[in-house]
T-cell receptor, first 113, second 111 residues
Framework: DVKVTQSSRYLVKRTGEKVFLECVQD?????MFWYRQDPGLGLRLIYF???????EKGDIPEGYSVSREKKERFSLILESASTNQTSMYLC????????????FGSGTQLSVL | GQNIDQPTEMTATEGAIVQINCTYQ??????LFWYQQHAGEAPTFLSY????GLEEKGRFSSFLSRSKGYSYLLLKELQMKDSASYLC????????????FGAGTQVVVTP
């Protein structure tokens, strides 16, 4: 079975802190994604990557950056955390371009105080 | 962009049938996915439709009408464990590999 692992289940950070959310997948998938999930808004795409060292902005990239130095790892970075970034963050991966279903990690619930 | 609409919440009793509708407005449609998400857990894949018609998978079926921009997920013989959020997601030809999600439908199954 595909496994997508997110390093933290819960995180509490202070406003202005730099925050790293880590995601690792074990199925040699080319594509990796970061979504945030908020009540009533559903999942919104922040950034995605089709290959190592490659990244593209999703629908809501402001305030975030990403890093993909290795194929299996995709990191989401909040340069200076703000309270409106309190959310559930979900990492996902899929194989090959095109019509592939996403496999999700269990999520990181981030609270910014 | 895409506009994906689904009801916020539905309630049904154990053993019954529930139909969750999803409507979408998009250009370059390239498939529709349904995911199930239990509280505090990761979304898991349920079904994928790209052609018109009904896809059946055990107690769950998914239907698509491309001309109407409409899909539904049918859950039969409801069980308590089916209480979850059901997410409709669309892939378009200009968003290769990416999915746009609706807000999700919370299904509550009562005894």
């Amino acid at each position: 079975d595909v496994k997508v692992t997110q390093s933290s289940r819960y995180l509490v950070k202070r406003t202005g802190e730099k925050v790293f959310l880590e995601c690792v997948q074990d199925m040699d998938h080319e594509n990796m994604f970061w979504y945030r999930q908020d009540p009533g808004l559903g999942l919104r795409l922040i950034y995605f990557s089709y290959d190592v060292k490659m990244k593209e902005k999703g629908d809501i990239p402001e305030g975030y950056s990403v890093s993909r130095e290795k194929k299996e790892r995709f990191s989401l970075i909040l340069e200076s955390a703000s309270t409106n970034q309190t959310s559930m963050y979900l990492c996902a991966s899929s194989g090959d371009r095109g019509l592939e279903k996403l496999f999700f990690g269990s999520g990181t619930q981030l609270s910014v105080l | 962009g895409q506009n994906i609409d689904q009801p916020t919440e539905m309630t049904a009793t154990e053993g019954a049938i529930v139909q969750i509708n999803c409507t979408y407005q998009t250009s370059g449609f390239n498939g529709l996915f349904w995911y199930q998400q239990h509280a505090g857990e990761a979304p898991t894949f349920l079904s994928y439709n790209v052609l018109d018609g009904l896809e059946e998978k055990g107690r769950f079926s998914s239907f698509l009408s491309r001309s109407k921009g409409y899909s539904y997920l049918l859950l039969k013989e409801l069980q308590m464990k089916d209480s979850a959020s059901y997410l409709c997601a669309v892939m378009t030809t200009d968003s290769w590999g990416k999915l746009q999600f609706g807000a999700g439908t919370q299904v509550v199954v009562t005894p």
